[in-house]
């Protein structure tokens, strides 16, 4: 099983970045997709959810007309559409996959700074 994020990097404030997720060795079709991230010093927090058909997102308050979660189904991939980034949403982002068992991928650094 592999969860493996791509796309983080160093955007200025008020740009835009795409993470992606690509997911293996387990039934992705079955699985509710999320988003996290952490901050140095602060705990881990749910950022965006998708659900397994894709029909249903949720989003923290903090990130809500910022952020856009999907997923592809043919491509075992799920995506982070982050724009108006702010220095605040700096942190390691982390997807995760939650169903008959939970998976989590590695992270990826998104530092947002002039």
């Known amino acids: 099983v592999q969860l493996v994020e791509s796309g983080g990097g160093l955007v200025q404030p008020g740009g835009s970045l795409r993470l992606s997720c690509a997911a293996s060795g387990f039934t992705f079709s079955a699985y509710l997709m999320r988003w996290y991230r952490q901050a140095p010093g602060k705990e881990r927090e749910l950022v965006a959810a998708v659900s397994s058909t894709g029909g249903r997102t949720n989003y923290a308050d903090s990130v809500k007309g910022r952020f856009t979660i999907s997923r592809d189904g043919p491509k075992n991939t799920v995506y982070l559409q982050m724009n108006s980034l702010k220095p605040g949403d700096s942190a390691v982002y982390y997807c995760?996959?939650?169903?008959?068992?939970?998976?989590w991928g590695q992270g990826t650094q998104v530092t947002v700074s002039t």
């Open positions: 995760s996959a939650r169903g008959p068992y939970s998976y």
